[in-house]
């Protein structure tokens, strides 16, 4: 309906109806909005009922605005004073800009939150501590009462609140009279209490008799480095362990804003394109694959799988390909020998393809620091691994390959931690085993290739230092290009470091 007033239009001036409608939600905002019926559905059927103005403000980029229904899409503004020509979705910042600067309005957000039931009834969850009471009401059970713990000898039948229908759990003393009374036999939702457990992990046992954690101790271990979990918690879970965090940071239990630094949610598992389930029959049991290849041969095949971020398709063979290498693996161990530090290495006097394995080993070490860190692509990292095997596989100093396996051996640890275990407890230094230093020395470059061309045209590469002078650059690519420059005179030679040499010849 409408009502006799009417209110300006902050930016225009001009004078705008009220109108009482049913379709505005009380909750939304103040309860009271601007209505723009050439932009949306709703007020447009509402202006058409009630045969009120339709002022159009966005138009499209190409084309007409349509003339028997309103325009929701993004477009640009017309007739809009200051802000014609701006983009509609880019002009939202822009006038509520001018709203703030010009003291007419200022941007508020809106949490959509709603009360929440946290009772159920259910067994398992954290017993709600009150007490009903004939004569007092509703009642908290006394501090030195609590927890209320669960009852070990529950009936689970099926059917009602099992803590219902236990045959004394609920009959205790009134906390205020003494009286006989009734203990409130709702838990609560699982949520509550994953939405803190993260707080309580942080207690050590010598406080549990009196809090449910320490600040000392909240300190030294939140917030949470890495929250590893399914995408189906990535909303309402983090939100209340948010919430809750920052309500007991209010209260003066914690000093965190935040509980987790870093999240990540993990991809599912997928067998012949599918997602794995009991109703299928398409399941793996991971028993019998720890049974015939080994727990590490599991681990190594699932992070070399995929990202963790992303979805993994089972593959037998795959799996049978990472026991492959793990075996490879520890075969090759006789080809390092035992030794308390890592062999110190002259890289000068290695041959190239020495050199080359060392560099295959020492990237997968600086991947290896990233990945960690970082990254979380350990296929990335595995790859890697793969490859400085390889590399090294071509080698017979047993200063490299001794140097290699150990700096490999402690990278995969972490992945494959019972047979890297073994090696390096067989031939190298525990204790050293975890902390790598990166040698800047394994990635000079001994030489660069530089492409010559003649006239501009491509024709072949020669191999330099990257120390030569212009001089011997020239030379070698004379020498190289000699089958190209016969009968002809050379008229300008150009190098462009690192790249190339260009010989001009007529
Ligand atoms: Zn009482």
């Known amino acids: 309906m409408s009502l006799d007033i009417s209110v300006l239009h902050p930016l225009t001036g001009k004078s705008i109806p009220v109108w009482i409608a049913n379709f505005v939600l009380m909750d939304y905002g103040s309860g009271a909005v601007m209505a723009v019926p050439a932009h949306d559905d709703r007020d447009y059927d509402f202006a058409k009922k009630y045969d009120l103005e339709i002022k159009s403000v966005i138009k499209p980029k190409k084309g007409d605005l349509p003339l028997d229904k309103a325009f929701t899409e993004t477009g640009i503004l017309f007739d809009s ?26 941007k508020v957000i809106n949490f959509k939150l709603k009360d929440w039931g946290v009772s159920r009834q259910r067994y ?98 939140m917030g949470v480095d890495h929250y590893i979990g399914g995408i189906e918690h990535a909303i309402l879970h983090l939100l209340y362990a948010r919430f809750f965090t920052k309500v007991m ?23 012949d394109g599918t997602k794995m389930s009991k109703s299928k029959g398409n399941t793996v049991d991971p028993d019998a694959l720890v049974e015939k290849y080994g727990a590490d041969t599991a681990r190594l095949f699932i ?14 063979q795959a799996v049978e390909g990472a026991f492959k290498f793990l075996k490879r693996f520890a075969d090759r161990s006789k080809n390092a020998y035992a030794c308390d530090v890592l062999p110190s290495i002259k890289h000068d006097e290695l041959s190239k393809s020495e050199k080359a394995a060392r ?25 890697g691994v793969m490859e400085a095997m390889n590399a090294l596989n071509e080698q017979d100093n047993a200063d490299v390959w001794t140097e290699g396996y150990w700096i490999i051996a402690s990278i995969i640890e972490p992945i494959v931690p019972h047979l890297a275990w073994e090696v390096s407890d067989k031939l190298f230094n525990r204790k050293n085993l975890s902390e790598q230093v990166v040698l800047e020395e394994v990635f000079t470059v001994d030489t660069v290739m530089l492409g010559v061309s003649i006239n501009g045209k491509n024709r072949t590469q020669i191999e330099v230092s990257p120390s030569a002078s212009k001089e011997e650059i020239i ?29 001009v010849v007529k």
């Open 81 to 106: 004073g200051e802000f014609d020509g701006l983009a509609s979705k880019k002009s939202q910042g822009t006038i509520m800009h001018h709203f703030d600067t010009n003291g007419l309005g200022k």
């Open 124 to 221: 398992w969850g954290a017993p709600l501590p009150f007490i009903h009471c004939e004569d007092c009401g509703l009642v908290m059970e006394k501090k030195e009462n609590l927890p209320v713990a669960l009852p070990d000898d529950i009936e689970i039948t099926g059917e009602g609140n099992p803590l219902d229908h236990h045959p004394t759990w609920k009959h205790c003393k009134c906390s205020q009279c003494g009286k006989d009374a009734i203990r409130e036999t709702d838990t609560m939702d699982t949520f509550v209490q994953s939405s803190w457990y993260f707080l309580r992990y942080t207690a050590s046992p010598a406080i549990w008799e009196d809090k449910a954690f320490d600040s000392k101790e909240l300190d030294y271990w």
């Open 249 to 271: 940071r209010d209260l003066g239990y914690v000093n965190q804003d935040e509980p987790f630094e870093h999240l990540l949610t993990q991809g599912m598992v997928l067998k």
């Open 303 to 316: 992070l070399f799988a995929a990202p963790p971020t992303q979805e993994l398709e089972w593959n037998d």
């Open 359 to 383: 560099k295959k080993v020492y990237e997968a070490l600086v991947r290896a620091n990233e990945v960690f860190a970082q990254r979380h692509t350990f296929n990335t990292l595995i790859a």
């Open 475 to 503: 030379s070698m690519a004379k020498d190289a290009g000699a089958k190209w420059l016969e009968g002809f005179t050379i008229v300008k030679e150009i190098v462009v470091p690192n790249k190339l040499v260009n010989l």
